[in-house]
């Protein structure tokens, strides 16, 4: 979704770059190594840490994980929890209140049962009745926080892939800080931030691309200072059946995958977290309600709208704004 536009030398300094698999994807590191500082092999200690760490925290592809664990517990249950996976449940529980229930994160059970999630079987359309038994396992209001424990009053399934990346980044960018790494571009399953410059002095640039699954065409180009970036999109994993595209872009309030024009959303924010949920909550709502969303918040946003001759695109206000900005 999100190509990084590199270049630059010439001068004491050098650009450092690593990078490995990650949540079933793929990470890079991108930096300006300056006198001092640490080389790429003990970055990439650090950084591989912090991914470790949020794998064996929130990946629900491993039975052992912190919140795979309290998956598998059944109704009227509780389980103590790091403090980072009650902060992400309290950003999750922000983002569905105000998208009115249709962003949640308890929406494991309906990935599963369309084809979309890790205990998933065959891709297709599911009864009405398996329907209406799998949602009343869903519902981010079944979850509640009591002290450092998480509970829930209904056997519903928690899943972070829609912020868990955005989280990593963040923490990796804080890393980076840290180590005194002020010019860096930090990417994960696509979700990235960017700060500094690159080694020409020129800003990181990334292409926004067109949603297309044969073809990488860039839609726009923006350069990033200090934020995160996101893009979501419904182009990349469906299935069609009867003649009908069903994307793994749920409504939690339908129980059904979007049925919208909007192709994809990005969005800039000084938080790559916020970002990541933010394009997700954004592509849910579609191009209207997600529009009047993002206006209402001064969200930088960028739709792409599937029209009969093409793609349309449409920024909000604060996009154009933060498109090329630094971070305030």
Known sequence: MLVGMLSGCGNDDAMESFG????????????????????????QVEVERILAGVDRQLSTYRSDSDIERFNQLPANSCQKMPPSILELVRVGEQLSSQSDGSFDL?????????????????EKVPTAQALAEVRQRVGYR????????????AAVEVDFN?????????????RL????IHNYLAEATGEL??????????PWRIALEEPRDDQQVAERIVAIDGYGLSTSGDYRNYFVQGGQRFSHTFDARTGAPVSHTLASVTVIHPSALMADGLST????????????????????????????TGF????SHAFERLAGGKTQ
């Open 312 to 315: 349309v695109t449409r920024t």
């Open 281 to 308: 909550l954004l592509l849910i709502l579609g191009p209207e309600r997600g529009w009047d969303y993002a206006e209402k918040h001064d969200i930088g946003a960028f739709f792409v709208i599937r029209a009969d």
């Open 142 to 153: 079944h979850l509640h926080i009591e002290g450092d424990e998480l509970c829930k009053d």
């Open 193 to 202: 931030k960017a700060a500094g410059k690159k080694l020409d002095g020129s």
């Open 106 to 122: 308890t929406v494991e059970p309906l990935l599963n049962l369309w084809g979309f999630g890790p205990q998933a079987r065959e």
């Open 162 to 174: 829609s912020i868990a990346a955005g989280y990593a980044v963040d923490l990796i960018a804080a």
């Open 20 to 43: 490995g698999p990650t949540m079933g994807s793929t990470y890079s590191i991108k930096y300006v190594r300056q006198t001092g500082l640490p080389g790429p092999a003990a970055v």
């Open 177 to 180: 800080e840290a180590l005194g």
